[in-house]
Structures are given as C-alpha cells and as structure tokens.
C-alpha cells in the first residue's frame, strides 16, 4: 500500500515522498499514524545524519522514516500478534527500545517505521519488548506526547538521595523537598513543572522553576498554578534579581535544593544547580548537548562532605509511558502545556530544520492532510477570516489556551482525518 512520509536521507536532507509499504510479515503491525510531535533530538539527527549513533550508515540509499513522538490507530496485525493487538484500536508507543544492544529506534532508524507518515509499520522488536502499548484515551495528542512526558517521568523516577546507615539508595525526588527546574519555561519544563502536582509518592512542598525568557514566563504564569495539592510554585526570572543565586536560596530559607533539574545546557545555569544544592542533593543534568566535550566545573568538596550528587537521564522506560499515559488520561497532567503549534505533514521538513529558531514549543502535526505550521496564538486573527481557526479558537478559549481534545477532533473532522 502507499504512504506518505517525511524521509531523512543524509545530513540537512529530509523529502517528503509517497512511496510502497512492503506487506506485513506475521511479527508486524501496520497502523495508521494520526499525529507526531517534532522533538529536538530530530533536529540534532537531522544535522548529524549518518553521524548520529542511531543513524544507519546506507540511509543516503535506504533513507528513514523520521519522527519517534506519534499515535494513531492499529490497521493490520500479524498472526503472531493477533491475539493481543486487533485492528481499529489505538495505540502509543514507546521508541526507546534498546533490543538486544541495538540502538535502532523507530524515527531514526527504520525505513519503514516513523512518526512523521501516513501509514508505517511497527517491528516484531516493539511488541516484543511491550513498547507498543494499548490505549483508550479521548485524544491522539496525549497519546504522542506521552513520550516526552515519559522522558520527563523518567528523570523524576532516577533521582536518588542516600542513607549514611545502611548505604541505601531512596530513589525519586526527596519527599516534602524543595525542587527546582533551571531553564524550565520551555515545553519540557513546563512539562516538568506539572508533574510533581499529580505525584503519586514522593512529592515535593516546593518547585522553582526559572527562565530568562519574559514569553515563555508568562506564558507558564498564565498556565500553571501557583499551588496544587500543598505543592508550592514559584517562576523566577533570575535577571530581575541582582544576585540570583541568594534570591534562589531564600526561597529555600536557606537550605537549598534538595533536587535539582538541568534543562538547558548551559555551563553556567550546571553550575549555578551545584552551588545550589542541599545537603544529600541531587542533580539531573537533564538537557541534552550537541557538543560533545561540554563540560562544567562541578563543586566535589561538597561531593565529598555534604554528600551533593550528580546525574544525567535521557529517555524514559515503558513504565514511565504507562504512567504518562495513565495520568493524562485521568486528567491529572496535561501534556498540551507543551503545545504551541500545530501543522500538517507538508509543514514537518520545515519545521524540523528550524525548529531552535522558531519560538514557542511544542509543534504537533498531524500527518494526514496539509497545514501550515500554526501557531496558537495566531488562532485568533486567522479566525476572521477561516470558519475552521473560528472553530478551533473558541475551543482553545476554553480550555485555557490549551490545545484540547474538542479542538483536535474539530481539525481531524474538518480534514476528514477522523474516519478511521
């Protein structure tokens, strides 16, 4: 059958093709993608190509189905899946696979399977591994961007702190503790912000969240609340204080943090979370470097006596997607805080290319009908004119701002993309 998807074939080279999917084998599913959200590590293998780890080495001649961020429902299964998949469901995925030491991972290695198509099909690896994953939510979105929520869930999960009686390690953030969240305006920040207000176990009486940019603050003022279930919240803009590091530890009466997120790599902000901490602090590195020698000077004196640590996440596991999936399926995160923009597959290459330099975050595409790259903010002034923006503007309205579930099922009736 024909799909149509955005291709990778080297080094700042993505094409938008219609091409043949190969029939199924008995270990595969074919399902149809509705939506896919552009994730940075897409750029960063955009640029990198067949130097990025997860690229394969003959993509110039068997190019990839980028995008790892997608849902959509479940159209044809194989006979060894058949008693656990049926067609017509919906489903989420986990990419992060790592099967049998392989790096190969769908949106980066994998001519047939990707985000950013009409139709892929998923490897026997992804079933046999559980990372494909049953769901029954209202909406496609939540679905895909359950997986940079899992990553978000997964640098919670690997905090640790320590016990000098019995050399224990208690993982996750400290309960009761104070947490904060340098550079964390951003779509994974806010992302991050949200969290610990749903947690289950071990949740924190303060989150700090701090940027310097006066867009992405209001933005999260206007968004999220200043205190949920006895967790404090607090956004700081650090360049509205002279010294930044005392305003930070005030908060703290003095003490610190005792969990500290990394969000932007940036030497400086590394260096500001160590200063930081509390004793028996933790430090996750969280942001992702294209340079590989970036380096920060980290303090081992207080390594050594106060027992600070440090640690970097990347991803998250089929766990941590379950309780992604879980949590906004009840309504007690929403993964559309993330979203700024929405388009279609033909705005995909684009946005992909320039995604550091188009502001905002989250850009949510939907791959079956063309739309330019949209922002949300712009719903607006293009409803005056556009009886869909109309539509999706009023639905936006009330929901916050926030992309929505009405929303989405108004553009996928418009395309005529609902029928399954």
Known sequence: MKSKAVRLYGADDLRLEEFDLPEIKDDEILVRVICDSICMSTYKLLKQGKAHKRCPQDVDTHPIIIGHEFAGDIVKVGKKWAGEFKPGEKFAQQPALNYQGSLASPGYSYRFCGGASTYCILPQE???????????????????????????????????????????HAMGVKPGGAVLILGGAGPMGLGAAEYPLAMAENQPRLVVVTDVDPERLARAKQLLPTEKAGVKLVLVNPREHTDQYQYLMELT??????????????????????????????????????????????NL??????STHILGTTGGNTADMKEALALASAGKIRPSVMVTHIGGINSIGDATSKLPTIPGGKKLTYTHFDLPLTALADFPRLAERDPLFQKLSESCSRHAGLWNAEAESLLLAHFGSDKR
């Open 126 to 168: 992804m079933m046999e591994l559980g990372c494909l994953l049953h769901y029954d939510g209202q909406s496609y979105y939540d679905a895909s961007l359950a997986e940079p929520m899992s990553c978000i869930i997964g640098g919670y999960h690997a905090m640790y702190h320590t016990n000098k009686t019995d050399y224990q």
């Open 253 to 298: 009466g003095g003490q610190g943090y005792d969990d500290v997120f990394v969000y932007v790599p940036i030497r400086e902000l590394a260096e500001l979370g160590d200063r930081l901490m509390a004793f028996d602090g933790c430090l996750n590195f969280f942001a992702g470097p294209t340079d590989s020698k970036f380096t920060a000077a980290m």
């Open 301 to 306: 004196y207080n390594c050594h006596y106060t």
